[in-house]
């Protein structure tokens, strides 16, 4: 039963570089979320999809951030032309909606350096 | 505006003695609730939820308390261990499409 898996674990690009996030769900997960975390602070919700929709992106940036999550293949989050604000630590976490727990099962995280 | 807030940044406590972490929130529409525990370097992980219909709930060491007349939210862990040492987080759903808020964490050290 593999949890929600994240890759790169870690990244480093430089300004004005684009930063690939990926995200696999949990098995049976068709609820995808993306919360970035800035050093000593709390989780910031960006954007939450399913399968093909995005369902509530109210805490994308309105520049540089999109997101996806194929009928086939994990979901991406992808910064454009990175700064260096946007070095954070970024986890993904899944849902299976049918259950309305509300728990959300989160992966390891990627953390993106700018220089 | 919504808000999801702790009182204290850190909490120390000796190993063994029981610890008691508050939250506040501001969502009187929320009706659930999550701990969340993060170690260093990892995703956090789910400690105990809790409905809005319940006012208190019991885990493996771990009682959630909400006190809905003045939104508060608490994590008692008892005989405090090592291992317990972390960020906590308490994050709140207002029910409508599970999208958490969360707080903004405390950290959690347990002394020898």
């Known amino acids: 039963n593999a949890g929600v898996m994240q890759n790169p674990r870690h990244l480093v690009r430089r300004r004005g570089q684009e930063a690939r996030l990926r995200c696999s769900p949990m098995k049976g997960h068709s609820h995808v979320y993306w919360y970035r975390q800035l050093p000593e602070e709390g989780l910031k919700f960006m954007v939450y999809l399913q399968k093909e929709n995005i369902i509530d992106e109210s805490g994308m940036p309105k520049e540089r951030f999109s997101a996806e999550f194929p009928k086939e293949g994990p979901s991406i989050l992808r910064i454009q032309q990175v700064v260096r604000g946007d070095s954070a630590a970024y986890f993904c976490a899944s849902s299976n909606r049918a259950l309305n727990t509300g728990e959300l099962f989160f992966g390891e995280g990627s953390r993106l350096t700018v220089l | 505006g919504e808000s999801v807030g702790l009182h204290l940044p850190t909490l120390s406590v000796q190993e063994g003695d029981n610890s008691i972490i508050n939250c506040a929130y501001s969502?009187?529409?929320?009706?659930?609730f999550i701990w969340y525990k993060q170690e260093s370097g990892k995703g956090p992980q789910f400690i105990i939820d809790i409905r809005s219909n319940m006012d208190k709930r019991q885990g493996q060491r771990v009682t959630v308390l909400l006190n809905k007349t003045v939104k508060h939210l608490s994590l008692q862990i008892a005989a405090t261990q090592p291992g317990d040492s972390a960020v906590y987080f308490c994050a709140e759903n207002p029910g409508a499409n599970s999208k958490l808020t969360f707080g903004k964490g405390i950290t959690l050290s347990v002394r020898p």
């Open positions: 969502n009187s529409a929320s009706d659930y």
